[in-house]
């Protein structure tokens, strides 16, 4: 056990894991009418429903009843709350929710319990397929009772790639799209599911080997990085900063690739090939 990880932190896990089940179940009963659900509009193109706010709802009774004290950083209820100060819950009590709004089997609960800034435990309940990511800091990363492990995979052309195409901000598309121009033609592919937490856990569980997004909240990676570090993975920003809970851009790996990965991300100097 490492001087940060704090002799609660399985108890808080155990909170979070139930607070996101209560959440789920409540997801999964709405997912039944999700064609007649109001779509709320936070911006042109960023929707939300009573749905997202009802599984903070729940969310944050569980997790405050359960931690006393406990403070709460939610998207929905409290997204002005700081992330690095005391005890937190950094909550998204759905993620993906344009997904889980067109009926598109990819979203999920994601809570991560941090300490002045440090992830203690994380949970991503997959909602629409099931299975609970858990971690809790330095004892690893588990589905349901199994340990993950990131993948092994040490060859760029063998790499499957997760990414968030941008939607709400779309400032810095063009650097985005360099970078995809860059990474397209010499990955084995690239996959945009919607959801970053679960694009987490999926590096974390080893179905991706590597997961960038130029922008993220702190409820959309919290969880997720400290699942990829306990998975034996590397999370950082571009410049290859340990990722921060305050948010901004994200670089997931398996650790083996992260180099090359950052490279490929910041070269500008390289040119994409043209497509014709
Ligand atoms: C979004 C999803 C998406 C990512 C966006 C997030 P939401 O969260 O994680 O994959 O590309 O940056 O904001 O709005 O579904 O909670
Ligand atoms: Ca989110
Ligand atoms: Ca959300």
Redesign the pocket.
């Known amino acids: 056990m490492t001087s940060s990880a704090h002799p609660k932190r399985q108890d808080w896990r155990d909170a979070a894991i139930a607070a996101a089940d209560t959440a789920a179940r409540f997801i999964t009963h709405e997912a039944m009418s999700h064609r007649t659900l109001t779509w709320e509009e936070k911006s042109a193109t960023?929707f939300v429903s009573r749905v997202d706010v009802g599984a903070e709802e729940r969310i944050r009774d569980m997790i405050t009843m359960r931690i006393p004290g406990i403070r709460m950083v939610g998207?929905e209820l409290s997204a002005d709350a700081h992330p690095n100060e005391g005890l937190v819950a950094i909550v998204?009590p759905?993620?993906?929710?344009?997904n889980f709004l067109h009926g598109f089997p990819n979203y999920c609960v994601s809570i991560c319990i941090a300490l002045d800034g440090v992830p203690q435990a994380a949970v991503v309940h997959d909602v629409a397929r099931g299975g609970v990511l858990h971690a809790t800091a330095s004892d690893g990363a588990f589905v349901d009772s199994s340990r993950l492990r990131v993948s092994t995979t040490g060859t760029p052309a063998r790499a499957l790639i997760g990414t968030?195409?941008p939607?709400?901000d779309v400032s810095h598309a063009d650097r985005y799209l360099r970078q995809l121009g860059r990474l397209m033609p010499i990955i084995s592919g690239v996959r945009r599911a919607?959801?970053?937490?679960l694009?987490l856990s999926d590096v974390a569980r080893g179905r991706f080997d590597g997961f960038w997004?130029l922008?993220?909240?702190p409820w959309?990676l919290a969880a997720g990085v400290l699942l990829v570090r306990e998975a034996g993975g590397r999370v950082t920003d571009l410049e290859g900063r340990n990722a921060r809970l305050a948010g901004g851009p994200i670089v997931a790996s398996n650790g083996i690739l992260h180099d090359w990965f950052l490279d490929m991300l910041n070269d500008d100097a390289v040119p994409a090939p043209n497509p014709a």
Do not use: Q
């Not at 759905?94 to 344009?98: A, E, K, S």
């Not at 919607?194 to 937490?197: L, Q, W």
């Open positions: 960023d998207e998204d759905l993620d993906g929710t344009t968030g195409i939607f709400k919607g959801s970053a937490a694009d997004e922008f993220l909240h959309d």
